[in-house]
């Protein structure tokens, strides 16, 4: 009996050591996608695709950090020169008014407008400290092999009930164990953060070729 046993549990161990990388793949994200949709039960796996993954950039996750910051104090820079410009139009509104109600409209659209820009000038300088931060770790990325890539398409129902089309991309460790890193294609403000982690790596580029232009001359 203990024989039989024995063979059983070899038979398994051989069985799951002989999975191919999709399936071992494949089995970690239904177990992923068990605990994050929302309509489990409608998903459907359309397509995947498997390949090497290599250090980068953009799925660092220091890097990402840095750049989701970024990114959230943009949304103030946005929000701060509205306040700017609306503050700038008030203030011509009132310019030439000689009462006493009009100069203290004028007075207050012109401080509102001044504390405006020295919000921004706070928060360019925080941007700029966000990408010299990007751009030193970014030194240290090397092209290295760590795992694998998969794209993994698939089919399933939203909170509403409509059925939806998405692509996720999951960096696994090298022995298909452990998701080190998820990506939705989709995601508008991952786009946006990667952009501005182009962005900060293109800046360096483009100093570095205007000082040699200058060392040229």
């Known amino acids: 009996m203990k024989q039989i046993i024995i063979m059983a549990l070899a038979a398994i161990f051989i069985l799951t050591g002989c999975k191919s990388k999709e399936e071992k793949a494949l089995e970690a994200i ?5 605990k994050t949709l ?7 796996p359309v397509e995947t695709k498997i390949d090497s993954a290599f250090l980068s950039i953009y799925t660092d996750s220091t890097i990402l950090k840095h750049g989701y910051v970024s990114s959230a104090i943009l949304d103030e820079v946005k929000t701060t020169l509205e306040e700017v410009k609306d503050g700038n139009r008030t203030a011509k509104i009132w310019s030439d008014s000689y009462s006493s109600y009009g100069r203290e409209q004028y007075n207050e659209a ?9 919000k921004l000038d706070i928060y360019f300088e925080a941007i700029n400290a966000h990408y010299d931060t990007i751009r030193q770790l970014a030194q ?8 694998w890539k998969v794209t993994h398409k698939f089919r399933c129902k939203t909170k509403g009930g409509n059925s939806t089309l998405g692509t996720y991309i999951y960096i696994f ?3 298909i164990k452990n998701i080190i890193y998820k990506e939705d294609t989709e995601d508008e403000e991952l786009t946006t953060v990667k952009g501005l982690i182009k962005e900060a790596i293109e800046e360096k580029a483009k100093k570095e070729d205007t000082d040699e232009e200058s060392n040229d001359e």
Request: charge should be neutral; hydrophobic fraction near 20%.
């Open 38 to 44: 929302y309509d489990f039960e409608s998903y459907q």
């Open 173 to 175: 460790d090298k022995k």
């Open 140 to 147: 240290n990325i090397n092209p290295d092999f760590y795992g």
């Open 110 to 118: 012109r401080e509102k407008a001044d504390k405006g820009l020295k």
């Open 30 to 34: 239904k177990n992923e996608m068990f």
